[in-house]
């Protein structure tokens, strides 16, 4: 396990760095989806003095004040970082960008996937070499292609933190084991369809009338599996993925739950998807992630 002997060895600069590479593109692309829906959806005028979610925030506990200029500034800054994280043009500084656009972001409106890009786009900040391997080719010299494994093994050890929390919250939630949470919130998006100014997805006729059933305990029952089976593929995971013989395995298993998730709401859902996926590739050996990247690319 390779990060495993990186730790041990105190992080040598001989790993190649070719999944990093990998990881930062399919990154940025999450960045880059994620930003286009939200502009979309009016999320630049989220934040002016006469709206709710200002008001809310001037009375609400916490350090960090965010003035509406300051919102939008970053809110402009945040597309060329992103795209300058996916073009390889400073891309360390480009993370460290994206990486406050997400802590102002979590500060005004909380929620848990924008704390877990915030800790991606800080590990990407904090990877030497980053520039380097960006325009990455088999022309380049082999200490070009190499780094610490530092920044990989801070993406993972996110990654492995993220499904282990989420899935023991899960696990503590009686309403979530019952089925009672996922059944509530497919009702929900049945009810509020009409209500919407944005497509969020479309699920056939039969899906909608056997989960969204009138009857709330039989919804429940019929939802039940689907929580317990999250909260088990959620404990494993980690433990997949971190067995560098089966992780591939394990990173199949991931990408068919996400993709999963991702059914329920795919506008909303598609760029935490990408993003998590995207670390899989870090999990993998190195070396032969290398070998199939030169390979590729030759």
């Not at 991606?120 to 080719?137: H, I, T, W």
Request: aromatic fraction near 18%; include cysteine; glycine fraction near 6%.
């Amino acid at each position: 396990m390779w990060w495993l002997d990186a730790f041990r060895a105190n992080f040598p600069a001989h790993f190649p760095l070719a999944p990093l590479c990998i990881f930062r593109i399919l990154f940025a692309c999450a960045c880059l989806q994620k930003f286009f829906v939200e502009t979309k959806r009016g999320y630049y005028f989220y934040y002016e003095p006469h709206t709710f979610l200002y008001v809310q925030r001037q009375f609400a506990p916490g350090i960090l004040r965010v003035s509406p200029a300051v919102y939008k500034t970053l809110y402009v800054l945040k597309f060329f970082a992103a795209f300058f994280l996916l073009l390889g043009i400073a891309p360390q500084f480009a993370a460290a960008i994206l990486m406050t656009w997400f802590i102002v972001e979590s500060a005004v409106y909380f929620k848990f996937h924008v704390s877990y890009f915030a800790l991606l786009s800080g590990a990407l900040a904090l990877s030497p070499g980053l520039g380097a391997q960006l325009s990455f080719n088999p022309g380049q010299s082999a200490a070009a292609r190499t780094g610490d494994g530092f920044g990989p093994f801070l993406i993972i050890t996110t990654t492995v933190f993220l499904y282990l929390v989420t899935a023991l919250r899960k696990a503590q939630s009686i309403e979530f084991t019952s089925g009672g949470t996922l059944a509530a919130s497919f009702h929900a998006l049945q009810n509020e369809r009409s209500y919407k100014h944005h497509a969020e997805g479309w699920y056939p006729a039969p899906v909608v009338k056997y989960f969204d059933c009138m009857d709330e305990e039989r919804a429940r029952r019929r939802w039940r599996p689907f929580a317990l089976a999250t909260i088990a593929i959620e404990l494993a995971l980690p433990l997949l993925l971190l067995a560098t013989p089966i992780s591939q395995f394990g990173a199949a298993l991931g990408i068919l739950f996400h993709c999963c998730v991702t059914f329920l709401l795919p506008l909303t859902l598609t760029h935490f998807s990408l993003a998590t996926i995207s670390t899989y590739v870090l999990f993998l050996d190195p070396h032969f992630v290398e070998k199939v990247f030169l390979h590729w690319s030759a």
